[in-house]
């Protein structure tokens, strides 16, 4: 269960934030928790890399339509005068090598399509056009996206509550302790968690869609633009949580101030043009991740 700690024991950690609820409990923003009642930590250890894709290439069916049907033409002579590394007819990505260690924190950057469906081919919910993708056996993966918060929804009645959600869930849980966890996501148990899910903001379903994977215990976390619906105090609290937590997790998102906020966060970027990935290194003046990103952006954007 899920302990409220006063707010001296969070001093000055949390002094920046108010509870916003017109209720009689006591809000403080999701995952600052107790030490003793943080999120579930990783017990298994693999002891090898928890993903890795290998040379894939990604499309979709009308895509791969025309690569077959492109197939059967005669081989056209290259041009070898200019080189330059571009993506293959048909393909959002191709020849992609990525590995995720254990207990690592990758932001996969770039355009909306090509970076969603990589990291759904790289969770095995989309099967790659070619290559592969290896997870260690017994491996399972909590995957936060629009769609799982609308399958979320669709799969309720009118007025099922989030309370009601977890209870038929998982059943073996006594409701004070779903309470709990509710209000450990800042979703209060007076309120929030007694309204339809169909009621429920932005960012108060994505908060239950969390809170749900949680009580899964995933050693891998999926997180599709984590900060879209959130206000500045819970994005706060989001990375705090997410800091603590030894498992590993793999996320889109282009909130570069997020991103700053967690130390040793590794980044990537699709390129559009190549439909290649590059990882994002610190440059030699100490400009890190996110930043080194944005900087080659604003140099380009400036030659243009």
Known sequence: MFEIVPVKTLWPICKTFRCRYSCSCVFYPFFFFHSNSRLPRVTSQWGEPL??????????????????????????????????????????????DLCIEEGSRTCIVGPGISTSCLTNVLAKRLAPVEGTVH???GVSIGYCDSRAINEMISNTG????????????YPKKMDKDLRGH?????????????TPLV????????????????????????????????????????????????????????????????????????????GKIRRIVDDDRGTRGIDAYLKTLRSEINVI
């Open 51 to 96: 993903i890795i894709a290998y040379d894939v290439g990604y499309g979709t069916e009308e895509d791969v339509a025309t690569i077959e049907a492109r197939a059967q033409d005669p081989i056209p002579e290259l041009d070898y005068t200019e080189f330059a590394i571009v993506k293959r007819d048909g393909f959002l990505f191709d020849c992609v």
């Open 135 to 137: 997870h260690p056996s």
């Open 158 to 169: 009118q007025t099922t509550s989030a309370l009601e959600y977890l209870s038929r869930l």
């Open 182 to 194: 509710l209000t450990a996501f800042g979703l209060s148990p007076t309120s929030q968690a007694k």
């Open 199 to 274: 009621c429920l903001s932005g960012g108060e379903t994505f908060r239950l869609a969390l809170a749900k994977i949680i009580l899964d215990e995933p050693p891998i976390l999926f997180l599709e633009h984590p900060t879209s619906h959130l206000d500045v105090e819970s994005v706060q609290a989001l990375a705090y949580g997410l800091q603590q937590w030894n498992g590993t997790v793999v996320m889109i998102c282009q909130d570069a101030s997020f991103l700053r906020s967690l130390e040793g966060i590794k980044c990537v970027v699709v390129v559009p043009e190549e």
